[in-house]
């Protein structure tokens, strides 16, 4: 028999805090669909997907109906591109995202992931094709993510590919113009990519995954902050200690859903169960924020002083309870920051106490890195280099994922508004220090060296 | 061996446990399974014992009528039947039904009559006031199996249009959901 406690604080969390599974993501390997002939390719791909995930998404309606709690997005993430497509040109790869684009809609999904490339290292001919074809690829089609990663903690960080990738996103923003540069909403640059992500847009399924696997993205920051609320309103006197302790007993029940739906969805669609990617991940809705429990733990605004202190709390906290509930637990793991997507970020920033150097020095110790962040659309491409190496450096060297989602908002400038839409939501751009300077440093180009494993200091 | 069921009901006081098991001890009873709560103000204890088969289920009644008596507490005995079949559960999943709005009455008659109707089986219900007196903090929640074999969706859209006529909100979730977020 059940308390009353148990059912009335589980309604609790469905009906006002927000809790629901954010994603449900069905790698599939598309290693075995390669052609020397680009038809060929692109029909095994179309069709490998379609045939993997043709229930996907009615089976996690069907699941989600069950227990009461809904799987918000279901996305599908794919082999690298860059691996499968490596014998093809920029122009017959944007090809092949049509490709996706036309099963991710043919089967439901909103987003699918995958058009990667792994290049932190160098970069092999595919590699080079695939991030040529990024701006197209992304432009034309409306529903492709893609991501390439750039360092590592073992190889250290390609600083050709960051100035690459620098002129890329400079391009891709160009080319969507019209729409305040939303292509490069759908690109991530990252530092030892996982590669297990459910969220989008850094989801893609690596070499080392099995045919097919669902990995489950949990979410829930409007349940953490509701449970830290209630918690102070109860008892005034709670220290950071015993608030660490309530996050911790919140991810493990966020956390617990998820991996209930994941493994029900997976022996539904008799496919392997991979992993729960215990995240707290913001939407532009009020009560679903990860700025609001800074606010409720007492600061101001994310971004004040004590805000890198807080988040690395509440990291933290999330993580071991996550850890607890799953042993299947990977992906990004913690807690993002999206700056768009965050109703609260995007007013913080607005108001003047979130600046990019602060949302940098965050990332340090969070799961992700700097996300969803507008820049004046004047930036230059060193100098968005120069960005994406900062956060690749803290990435490398502290043994943890880093990424950046930056958007020149073309014809923009700092303190304008760019509007996104519906879950990528709008935030204010962001001034960038020596925007349009010389940047010689990353015209040096080569390879950062992979950083000592000792004298951790 | 023989079997009795033992309800006993009354205003609420400390020794009543103490009284109906004392004389249970002393009858050479053993007993099996108890269950009790406490309604407002109002005991109700439900127990299954064994008892000696030199022991009649009248004399039982009339030694604990005696204690209990005492206590303005009412008490009945009957023997439990071995050869009468039981409910033949079928093969069924367990389901928390709650439903929450302002109270008025027919609310559980309504909805269990649904759930009757196909022969899903109430296992648990209970009523939680949460504002006190405030009716629409007035919550119902029936934990109940619900048959493979029954059509789930015709079963859900009758709850749910039931629910509506009685001016319910009411949610309808696996039971797996409430103990993967609260048990370890």
């Not at chain 1, 690109?187 to 996982?194: K, M, Q, R």
């Not at chain 1, 850890?323 to 793991?333: C, M, T």
């Not at chain 1, 949302?359 to 930036?379: F, H, K, N, Q």
């Amino acid at each position: 028999m059940l308390t009353e406690r148990e059912i009335i604080s589980t309604l609790e969390m469905l009906e006002n805090e927000h809790l629901d599974v954010r994603t449900v993501t069905l790698g599939i390997s598309l290693i075995d669909c390669v052609s020397h002939n680009p038809e060929t390719l692109k029909n095994n791909i179309y069709k490998r997907i379609t045939q993997t995930a043709k229930k996907l998404v009615q089976t996690c309606d069907e699941i989600g109906e069950k227990f009461g709690i809904p799987v918000v997005n279901k996305r599908i993430a794919i082999s690298p591109v860059a691996i499968i497509a490596a014998a093809f040109s920029p122009s017959e790869l944007v090809q092949v995202a049509h490709t996706m684009n036309r099963a991710a809609a043919d089967v439901g999904v909103d987003f699918i992931g995958g058009f990667t490339a792994l290049v932190e290292k160098g970069m092999a001919r595919g590699d080079r094709s695939l991030i040529e074809s990024i701006p197209h690829a992304l432009v034309e089609t409306d529903r492709v993510c893609a991501s390439v990663n750039v360092a590592s903690t073992r190889a250290g960080i390609n600083m050709d590919a960051v100035y690459l990738m620098g002129k890329i996103i400079k391009e891709a923003a160009s080319l969507s113009a019209d729409r305040d540069g939303i292509a490069c909403a759908k690109l991530c640059v990252f530092a030892n990519i996982p590669q297990d992500i459910p969220f989008m847009a850094g989801a893609y399924l690596g070499i080392g995954e099995p045919d097919a696997v669902i990995n489950v993205g949990v979410s829930g920051p409007g349940v953490v902050k509701k449970a830290i609320d209630r918690a102070l309103e109860a008892d005034s006197g709670l220290d950071l200690g015993q608030i660490s302790e309530i996050i911790k007993t919140t991810a493990y029940k966020v956390t617990k859903v998820g991996e209930l739906i994941g493994r029900e969805v997976a022996e539904s669609l008799n496919i392997q169960f991979g992993v729960v990617d215990l995240s707290l991940a913001p939407t532009p809705n009020v009560g679903d924020s990860v700025g609001e429990i800074f606010q409720s733990l007492g600061l101001k605004n994310i971004g004040v002083p004590g805000t890198t202190a807080a988040l690395a709390l509440i990291n933290d906290a999330v993580k071991k309870g996550g850890a607890f509930a799953s042993s299947k637990v990977g992906g990004l793991s913690g807690a993002f920051i999206p700056v768009s997507e965050d109703l609260n970020i995007s007013e913080s920033a607005a108001a003047g106490y979130l600046s990019l150097e602060k949302l940098e020095a965050i990332t340090s110790v969070c799961s992700v890195g700097l996300d969803m962040v507008a820049i004046p659309g004047d930036t230059s491409a060193e100098t968005i280099a120069a960005i994406i190496a900062d956060e690749m450096a803290i990435g490398v060297i502290n043994r943890k994922t880093t990424a950046t989602r930056l958007i020149p908002v073309p014809g923009k400038k700092a303190g304008d508004n760019a509007y996104f839409g519906g879950l990528l939501g709008q935030s204010i751009i962001m001034p960038v220090n020596n925007g349009l300077g010389d940047n010689r440093f990353i015209r040096l180009g080569g390879l950062i060296p992979a950083p000592i494993q000792s004298l951790t200091n | 061996m023989k079997k009795v069921i033992i309800s006993v009901l009354g205003h609420d006081r400390p020794g009543i446990l103490a009284a109906t098991t004392q004389v249970l001890f002393e009858q050479d009873c053993n007993l099996e399974n108890v269950s009790q709560t406490i309604l407002q103000s109002e005991f109700a204890g439900v127990f299954i014992s064994s008892i000696p088969e030199s022991l009649t289920v009248e004399e039982l009644n009339n030694q604990l009528e005696k204690a209990l008596g005492a206590l303005n507490l009412y008490v009945f005995v009957r023997p439990i039947r071995v050869d009468v079949a039981t409910y033949d559960a079928p093969g069924s999943e367990p389901f928390v039904i709650t439903t929450k709005g302002p109270d008025r009455k027919g609310l559980v008659a309504g909805i269990t009559s649904v759930i009757a109707r196909f022969g899903a089986n109430v296992t648990n219900l209970s009523a939680v006031f949460k504002g006190g007196d405030d009716p629409n903090q007035n919550i119902m929640i029936y934990e109940v199996d619900i048959p493979w074999r029954i059509d789930q969706n015709a079963f859900q859209k009758d709850l749910r249009e039931k629910a509506t006529e009685l001016g319910l909100n009411i949610s309808i979730q696996h039971r797996k959901i409430f103990e993967a977020i609260n048990r370890i």
